[in-house]
């Protein structure tokens, strides 16, 4: 079985390979590039989910605080990656800018956004701590449930227009990975039980921080609401999964439901025109 799998895998990375490289090479051509507009890369479009916009976090997240700054935007249909192989990444008058914090950066001083402008210095300080909390093992514990012990369940509540060997085999080689990066990372050196409990502490540390207010810091919306929107919409919305994370929340956060509800409605009141078709 497991020769089948290698010599499955390097036909179906090969044929990624060329599929991309000529995704890569068209793309000029396929894009009519305007001054002042941000062309968003973030994966295929084709491949979409019932339940949220994007199965990405960093993708939700950068998305999520373009329409938070209402900034003008195109999604772009691509398997490009950026030059650090990774998504999402935009195209912005001529230039490649990768990684969501770039991106963020980018746009606030292009724009001159004014999104934490109100902010005192230790809230932008807590912002920047959520953010680093969420993108490091919080991140790992909620793919690993996902893809490592509830892969093919996920993906197969998907829309995914590819062979179901192509998406087995994704299945496989992403646990796989997960696991080893988790491993690495340390977090993966836990028990399941623990990496949730781990989890589960950093919702209590978001949840703690909003208290009673409307968002994070008050009434007013910020960049770190889009990020703990982006990154609690995983489990929070995506019903077909038994996601642990979303059990504490109901479990102990009562404040964050309708928080994520606030935060839904302001940046994404069209937010099932971006959903997989069920």
């Given at each position: 079985?497991?020769p089948f799998l290698i010599v499955g895998g390097t036909v179906a990375t090969t044929i990624l390979i060329v599929y991309r490289?000529?995704?890569?090479?068209?793309?000029?051509?396929?894009?009519?590039?305007?001054?002042?507009?941000?062309?968003?890369?973030?994966?295929?479009?084709?491949?979409?989910?019932?339940?949220?916009?994007?199965?990405?976090?960093?993708?939700?997240?950068?998305?999520?605080?373009?329409?938070?700054?209402?900034?003008?935007?195109?999604?772009?249909?691509?398997?490009?990656?950026?030059?650090?192989?990774?998504?999402?990444?935009?195209?912005?008058?001529?230039?490649?800018?990768?990684?969501?914090?770039?991106?963020?950066?980018?746009?606030?001083?292009?724009?001159?956004?004014?999104?934490?402008?109100?902010?005192?210095?230790?809230?932008?300080?807590?912002?920047?701590?959520?953010?680093?909390?969420?993108?490091?093992?919080?991140?790992?514990?909620?793919?690993?449930?996902?893809?490592?012990?509830?892969?093919?369940?996920?993906?197969?509540?998907?829309?995914?227009?590819?062979?179901?060997?192509?998406?087995?085999?994704?299945?496989?080689?992403?646990?796989?990975?997960?696991?080893?990066?988790?491993?690495?990372?340390?977090?993966?050196?836990?028990?399941?039980?623990?990496?949730?409990?781990?989890?589960?502490?950093?919702?209590?540390?978001?949840?703690?921080?909003?208290?009673?207010?409307?968002?994070?810091?008050?009434?007013?919306?910020?960049?770190?609401?889009?990020?703990?929107?982006?990154?609690?919409?995983?489990?929070?919305?995506?019903?077909?999964?038994?996601?642990?994370?979303?059990?504490?929340?109901?479990?102990?956060?009562?404040?964050?439901?309708?928080?994520?509800?606030?935060?839904?409605?302001?940046?994404?009141?069209?937010?099932?025109?971006?959903?997989?078709?069920?």
């Amino acid at each position: 079985f497991t020769p089948f799998l290698i010599v499955g895998g390097t036909v179906a990375t090969t044929i990624l390979i060329v599929y991309r490289c000529r995704s890569s090479r068209l793309r000029d051509t396929l894009v009519d590039y305007k001054k002042d507009v941000v062309y968003f890369y973030a994966g295929p479009s084709d491949i979409r989910h019932p339940h949220v916009p994007h199965i990405s976090p960093f993708a939700m997240k950068a998305q999520t605080f373009m329409r938070l700054a209402n900034i003008k935007y195109k999604r772009i249909n691509s398997w490009e990656e950026s030059r650090l192989k990774q998504v999402p990444f935009i195209d912005f008058n001529g230039k490649e800018i990768p990684d969501t914090h770039l991106i963020m950066k980018t746009l606030t001083s292009k724009f001159a956004l004014k999104l934490d402008d109100w902010l005192t210095e230790k809230q932008k300080a807590v912002s920047t701590a959520i953010v680093c909390m969420l993108e490091g093992d919080f991140f790992l514990t909620v793919v690993m449930y996902r893809f490592c012990l509830n892969g093919r369940t996920f993906l197969n509540s998907m829309h995914i227009p590819y062979n179901p060997f192509v998406i087995a085999l994704f299945a496989w080689t992403t646990n796989r990975l997960l696991r080893k990066r988790a491993w690495l990372q340390g977090i993966g050196r836990h028990t399941w039980d623990e990496m949730w409990e781990i989890a589960g502490e950093d919702i209590q540390a978001v949840s703690d921080i909003l208290g009673d207010n409307d968002y994070l810091f008050g009434d007013k919306v910020s960049t770190a609401d889009g990020t703990v929107f982006a990154f609690f919409s995983l489990f929070m919305y995506i019903e077909n999964l038994d996601y642990p994370h979303r059990n504490y929340v109901l479990r102990h956060c009562p404040n964050i439901p309708p928080y994520m509800e606030r935060v839904k409605n302001l940046a994404w009141p069209d937010w099932n025109e971006h959903l997989a078709k069920k």
